[in-house]
């Protein structure tokens, strides 16, 4: 495996909705930067391909099948990585949902789910990990929010918005609280990014406006300064940085990453 400046080297992360998408480039990108990575997802599967990846490429990988929303199943998961890798030095949690509708529209359903996978998840895996790296008084944790989480205006995504609402607030308090015992906590906050998830977003979003799905890819570049649709990688070599030392006295930042959509 082609690594860049090494600068993970040595360390055990774990990633969570590291199937596809954002968590996807970010774990193997912080295998190519040197660190052995539980690439964790709900479907255990797509987790199997990405660690056979960066096994493939010469790195260090395991995959592990991962219901963020099961304190069980996250208990167990925490507690068999570190069996397997040692002491976990870092942990992100980023498995997220989506789906759009109108607000007078929103179901129980919806926000529920919304809630439950980007909030809850979020919550329980900081929690049990935070108290594994308490006792080790060192250690970094990573939440993905995302731009949602600073502009409530987000077209049709008000639960969406709730939620990552929720994980920034999350972060500055478990960054409060978890800063005594040398832990930093921060969180990414991607724009456009192109995934599966933000294509199915905008062939919602499309839907929901009656216009083309081109259009809606047109608004959002020109809302978008530099000009493109971000990739998984824009976002992923944001994250390497924050779980790297390079980042040792950032806590409780909500880093934007989305080419100036969004400027706080």
């Known amino acids: 495996m082609q690594r860049n400046s090494g600068q993970l080297t040595g360390l055990t992360i774990g990633i ?8 996807r480039a970010c774990a193997l990108a912080y295998a190519r930067e040197g660190a052995r990575v539980s690439v964790c997802d709900l479907d255990g599967g797509a987790a199997e391909i990405v660690a056979d990846q960066i096994r493939d490429a010469g ?13 069980q199943e996250v208990e167990i998961t925490i507690a068999n990585i570190e069996k397997v890798f040692g002491a976990l030095d870092c942990w992100h949690s980023n ?15 919806d926000w529920n789910v919304n809630m439950r996978v980007n909030a809850y998840g979020t919550f329980v895996c900081g929690q049990v990990v935070a108290r594994a790296m308490i006792s ?6 990573l939440n993905t929010a995302s731009m949602a989480a600073k502009a409530g205006n987000a077209p049709f995504l008000a639960h969406y918005v709730a939620s990552k609402f929720a994980v920034m607030g999350l972060t500055q308090s478990m960054a409060a609280e978890l800063a005594p015992f040398g832990i930093t906590v921060n969180c990414v906050c991607p724009g456009f990014v192109a995934t599966a998830m933000q294509q199915r977003e905008l062939v919602w979003e499309a839907e929901l406006r009656d216009i083309a799905p081109v259009d809606v890819l047109e608004q959002w570049i020109k809302q978008t300064p530099l000009g493109r649709v971000e990739t998984a990688e824009d976002v992923a070599d ?15 930042e909500s880093l934007s990453v989305n080419g100036g959509a969004r400027m706080d």
């Open 16 to 23: 969570t909705g590291a199937g596809a998408g954002i968590g």
């Open 59 to 71: 790195g260090i990988a395991e995959a592990r099948r991962l219901d963020v929303t099961s304190r």
């Open 95 to 109: 498995a997220g949902v989506s789906s759009m509708n109108r607000f007078v529209d929103l179901s129980d359903h």
């Open 136 to 141: 080790r008084r060192r250690g970094r944790i």
């Open 238 to 252: 944001v994250c390497v940085f924050l779980l790297s030392d390079s980042a040792r006295f950032v806590t409780g």
